[in-house]
């Protein structure tokens, strides 16, 4: 978007707290008495804690007590981690002496003071019986099991792609990624009798006390989780971390309020990753490029003790049309803390091989990789054979190349210049489902013209915030400002957890449609007030316009919600409502958001170095609510998308099996220096079929096209095809 257009937009409601820094983050909470614990992490990857002498830590002042797996109280059922399948065994730290990953926590150190706890910390001494790690994709790859149910083959793709007059066939790698949030994981815990109040850096509240309510063997009304703001998660805080249980666990063992944090040292191993994955692709067309075949097969590491697996070829399945097509998907062990949903899981590493495939094929044809898409664009869901309930993804291949330029583009690789600089332009698609999950919400109308909308969903960035205060403030009429919108607290009516790109569809159909519920209360008081000039009038023919409520085309009869309020003494109006969409009139379509992406980067040839200096990012994501928030989305997808192609990576000594970068030095992300121009374009799409709102999910789509694009364009720049990311000067200057 515009600079111009994004400056009447709304700000974000909370963007004044944040830079002020009145936000309180988890680590700032504290209550009276409260103790500090400190983790002691594992040096080795594999094996069994043959002792832990704690006699030296425990001398020293302010200690209060140390936990380890020989003293830490059991957890009263500790398999409650119900999105995992029944042969996967979460980890629960202190429970058994077994060491799983490098940097497991093996003991905490409670003491009066952060520094008291450090310092005792690490007086802990901690002996091994030591195995050997396997932590190496690639020493494992063949190894890999199937994960989750198989999906059929369609049509016979083996074969279509032996008879295929043009092949490609390629091997795609991408390294374990971190989320690497700027706030880190954080638990602040204090027992008040019976009743648990948790401060803790997650982006699902109500999933966090569940999870407590039946590790610990106590009711779930008694617990309270507060996440108020979240500083970045990316799926980073979608399962509980060690830092949650062992918060709870030590406040309840010292009686006293602990807080646990890990550093950013500690952080590589608090919570899973993106895993490292091995994909290959064969795709086979016919010479004017109509696709005949498309085999993708992917494997992914997962940690020793669960069968964690994400959807690296689903994307294979739906985005072109292709009659052919058969997907496998495998997971296979090493001796690593299990991975996690990281941005787009998934899909962007399936994008990246798919799309970068996708451009190797065009090179191969003469075909412009734009006009390949488009004769494989899918009319309908090839997958399940439904219609789309929409996809404007054509008017976004359409106007961000127009916006781009990109029918300037000169075919050959190489063949494009500034100065020293090699030029390359590519591009790349993006798909993102568009989910949806039953939510409830709270809507309170107040007699001074404010409104209160609670939901117990978080905000780990997004803006959520302010999109769901948008949509409270058009359905009732007000002003922004008169919105307040209460999020992050697990008693506000549930919601689902943050993650997949679900919110301000699922939320914010629950507050549009509650929001609606409370007028329609109102209102039916209000009309049976004798004299009210409302009686009789049927609802559809009442508006709510800036904080007043009157009969449609009739301005004089304008009341504020106020005076409604008092005419009828009522302090205010109030409804909780709980969404049931129609699941089944969805279950018809194919529900998803699509992206173009158009990339331009300049290559220093002698040095390898990649600039991305320019790109437009078009993207179809129904009606979007709040564009500030939305474009600052795609913004970010497009950084993120960035690091993941150029920069991110951690790296492992195998020989040990340890994270080697556990820092932001060591792993790099982009800064404001490495980001060029970045534009926005959003094609409406109206579709009352994906949910009441017609929104669909933004956030994870921004990021799935990008990497694949920027290695198209430096593919284009330069001629060298990388097939490993990230793609570092090294894999430039051979
Ligand atoms: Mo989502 S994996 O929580 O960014």
């Known amino acids: 978007?515009?600079?111009?257009?994004?400056?009447?937009?709304?700000?974000?409601?909370?963007?004044?707290?944040?830079?002020?820094?009145?936000?309180?983050?988890?680590?700032?909470?504290?209550?009276?008495?409260?103790?500090?614990?400190?983790?002691?992490?594992?040096?080795?990857?594999?094996?069994?804690?043959?002792?832990?002498?704690?006699?030296?830590?425990?001398?020293?002042?302010?200690?209060?007590?140390?936990?380890?797996?020989?003293?830490?109280?059991?957890?009263?059922?500790?398999?409650?981690?119900?999105?995992?399948?029944?042969?996967?065994?979460?980890?629960?730290?202190?429970?058994?002496?077994?060491?799983?990953?490098?940097?497991?926590?093996?003991?905490?150190?409670?003491?009066?003071?952060?520094?008291?706890?450090?310092?005792?910390?690490?007086?802990?001494?901690?002996?091994?019986?030591?195995?050997?790690?396997?932590?190496?994709?690639?020493?494992?790859?063949?190894?890999?099991?199937?994960?989750?149910?198989?999906?059929?083959?369609?049509?016979?793709?083996?074969?279509?792609?032996?008879?295929?007059?043009?092949?490609?066939?390629?091997?795609?790698?991408?390294?374990?990624?971190?989320?690497?949030?700027?706030?880190?994981?954080?638990?602040?815990?204090?027992?008040?009798?019976?009743?648990?109040?948790?401060?803790?850096?997650?982006?699902?509240?109500?999933?966090?006390?569940?999870?407590?309510?039946?590790?610990?063997?106590?009711?779930?009304?008694?617990?309270?989780?507060?996440?108020?703001?979240?500083?970045?998660?990316?799926?980073?805080?979608?399962?509980?971390?060690?830092?949650?249980?062992?918060?709870?666990?030590?406040?309840?063992?010292?009686?006293?309020?602990?807080?646990?944090?890990?550093?950013?040292?500690?952080?590589?191993?608090?919570?899973?990753?993106?895993?490292?994955?091995?994909?290959?692709?064969?795709?086979?067309?016919?010479?004017?490029g109509k696709l005949n075949s498309i085999i993708h097969e992917a494997v992914h590491n997962t940690s020793s003790h669960e069968d964690f697996a994400e959807d690296l070829v689903g994307i294979s399945r739906t985005l072109y049309a292709c009659p052919n097509v058969r997907t496998d998907a495998k997971i296979t062990r090493t001796d690593l803390q299990t991975p996690l949903w990281m941005r787009a899981p998934g899909t962007v590493s399936g994008a990246f091989a798919l799309e970068s495939a996708l451009d190797e094929l065009a090179y191969k044809l003469k075909i412009d990789p734009l006009e390949l898409r488009l004769i494989n664009y899918a009319e309908t869901d090839p997958d399940s054979g439904r219609p789309f309930s929409s996809k404007e993804l054509r008017e976004c291949y359409r106007q961000g190349a127009e916006r781009f330029g990109w029918k300037d583009r000169k075919p050959e690789p190489r063949s494009m210049r500034d100065g020293r600089f090699m030029v390359g332009w590519g591009l790349a698609t993006g798909t993102w489902g568009a989910f949806l999950a039953p939510s409830s919400a709270r809507v309170t109308l107040k007699a001074d013209g404010t409104a209160l909308v609670e939901s117990g969903t978080t905000d780990i960035g997004p803006g959520t915030y302010t999109t769901i205060s948008l949509i409270a403030a058009r359905q009732l009429g007000l002003p922004l400002e008169k919105v307040t919108f209460k999020l992050g607290d697990s008693n506000l009516p549930s919601a689902p957890s943050q993650g997949g790109s679900i919110t301000t569809a699922s939320v914010g159909t629950a507050v549009q449609e509650c929001a609606q519920i409370v007028q329609k209360d109102l209102m039916a008081t209000e009309s049976k007030r004798e004299a009210s000039p409302f009686s009789g009038v049927p609802f559809e023919n009442i508006e709510f316009v800036d904080g007043a409520v009157r009969i449609k085309g009739r301005p004089e009869t304008a009341m504020t919600i106020g005076e409604v309020l008092s005419r009828n003494g009522l302090p205010e109006v109030t409804a909780t409502h709980t969404t049931r969409p129609d699941f089944g009139e969805r279950a018809k379509y194919a529900t998803a958001s699509h992206g173009a992406q158009f990339v331009e980067v300049k290559v220093d040839e002698e040095i390898g170095i990649v600039r991305v200096t320019r790109v437009v990012q078009a993207t179809a994501a129904g009606r979007i609510i709040n564009p500030k928030g939305a474009h600052s989305q795609e913004m970010g997808g497009v950084v993120w998308g960035i690091g993941m192609a150029l920069m991110e990576h951690t790296e492992i000594d195998h020989r040990i099996g340890r994270i080697m970068n556990p820092n932001l030095a060591g792993y790099h992300v982009p800064v404001n220096a490495d980001i060029g121009a970045i534009e926005t374009i959003f094609v409406p799409e109206e579709d009352t079929i994906v949910n009441p709102l017609g929104a669909k999910g933004l956030g994870e789509l921004g990021l799935v096209g990008i990497p694949a694009g920027i290695a198209n364009a430096v593919y284009h720049a330069t001629g060298i095809r990388v097939r490993d990311l990230p793609i570092t000067p090294d894999k430039l200057t051979r």
Do not use: C
């Open 1 to 288: 978007m515009m600079q111009d257009d994004l400056k009447r937009q709304p700000s974000r409601v909370d963007g004044r707290a944040k830079v002020t820094g009145k936000a309180t983050y988890i680590a700032e909470f504290r209550f009276p008495d409260l103790a500090y614990g400190y983790l002691v992490q594992s040096t080795i990857a594999r094996g069994t804690v043959r002792d832990i002498d704690t006699a030296e830590a425990e001398k020293q002042p302010g200690v209060v007590k140390i936990l380890t797996h020989k003293n830490a109280p059991k957890l009263a059922n500790p398999q409650a981690d119900e999105d995992f399948g029944e042969k996967s065994r979460p980890f629960f730290a202190l429970m058994t002496d077994r060491v799983l990953f490098s940097g497991q926590p093996v003991a905490v150190v409670i003491a009066d003071t952060f520094e008291q706890a450090r310092y005792a910390a690490s007086l802990v001494k901690v002996s091994y019986n030591e195995e050997k790690p396997s932590t190496d994709i690639r020493d494992v790859m063949d190894k890999g099991f199937a994960s989750g149910r198989p999906r059929p083959v369609r049509g016979t793709p083996d074969e279509a792609f032996a008879a295929a007059e043009v092949k490609v066939e390629a091997e795609y790698t991408i390294p374990i990624e971190h989320h690497n949030a700027m706030e880190p994981h954080a638990t602040v815990a204090n027992w008040d009798g019976e009743r648990l109040t948790v401060y803790d850096k997650t982006q699902g509240v109500t999933g966090v006390r569940n999870y407590l309510a039946t590790n610990f063997g106590i009711d779930r009304e008694k617990i309270t989780v507060l996440s108020p703001f979240v500083g970045g998660a990316f799926g980073a805080s979608l399962r509980p971390t060690p830092n949650t249980l062992l918060a709870v666990m030590a406040a309840r063992e010292t009686k006293r309020p602990v807080k646990i944090v890990y550093s950013r040292r500690q952080l590589a191993t608090a919570h899973g990753y993106r895993p490292a994955s091995i994909q290959k692709i064969k795709i086979g067309a016919d010479k004017a």
